[in-house]
């Protein structure tokens, strides 16, 4: 079964502070790791999808970068806006194609 | 539509009532997913589509649950004799094969 784990639940970072959140993951052969944004009491938006090992992606202030047992989310100089939920999820071929969700961290910035 | 449109915002139904709720997918996608967040950051799978055949059922409680994605139609997802442990939100989700996958808004149910 798959498995993901994030890591810090929870994070709170002074506007400008750079910080890097974990997501780790057991599966049975990797399709795709998302990583969504979850504002309170709305949907999940959609940021990243990364397929393979050492690929990277970049959107603003976001970095998503994959290796063989984990990715990364860095917040570079992030604002209060960024202030939500990062929920991190997988595909695999084990799986079906049903997204196997972490359960977020929760990130805070502050002025 | 350019987004995932998902009706109603919210409902509420007595313990052992129906509910029926709707998704409309992102235009060209050819897949649907619902899942169901009971607490706060959990997700728990229960049915997709690939157009309007079942996809994957294996989240689906099959007794009460039921869904369908027709032609022309929204997806629904009906839950028959609703129960109190049904109260979450429900999120509707589209995507082509193996590609970027978008969430609605969702609908949450009250069950009272």
């Known amino acids: 079964e798959d498995q993901v784990t994030q890591s810090p639940e929870a994070l709170r970072l002074q506007e400008g502070e750079s910080s890097s959140l974990n997501c780790s993951y057991t599966?049975?052969?990797?399709?795709?790791l998302f990583w969504y944004r979850q504002d309170p009491g709305k949907g999940p938006e959609f940021l990243f999808t990364?397929?393979?090992a050492g690929e990277e992606k970049e959107k603003e202030r976001l970095k998503a970068t994959l290796t063989k047992k984990e990715s990364f989310l860095h917040i570079t100089a992030p604002k209060p806006e960024d202030s939500a939920t990062y929920l991190c999820?997988?595909?695999?071929?084990?799986?079906?194609?049903?997204?196997?969700f972490g359960t977020g961290t929760q990130l805070k910035v502050e002025l | 539509g350019e987004e995932v449109a998902q009706t109603p915002k919210h409902l509420v139904r007595g313990e052992g009532q129906k509910a029926k709720l709707y998704c409309a997918p992102i235009?060209?996608?050819?897949?649907v997913f619902w899942y169901q967040q009971v607490l706060k950051n959990e997700f728990k799978f229960l049915i997709s589509?690939?157009?309007?055949?079942?996809?994957?059922e294996t989240g689906m409680p099959k007794e009460r649950f039921s869904a369908k994605c027709l032609p022309n139609s929204p997806c629904s997802l009906e839950i028959q004799a609703t129960k109190l442990e049904d109260s979450a939100v429900y999120f509707c989700?589209?995507?082509?094969?193996?590609?970027?996958?978008?969430f609605g808004p969702g609908t949450r149910l009250t069950v009272l």
């Open positions: 989700a589209s995507s082509q094969p193996e590609r970027d996958r978008f």
């Open positions: 599966v049975s052969g990797l399709r795709g």
């Open positions: 589509f690939q157009n309007e055949n079942v996809f994957d």
């Open positions: 990364l397929y393979s």
């Open positions: 999820a997988v595909t695999s071929a084990g799986g079906g194609n049903k997204l196997t």
């Open positions: 235009k060209g996608h050819s897949y």
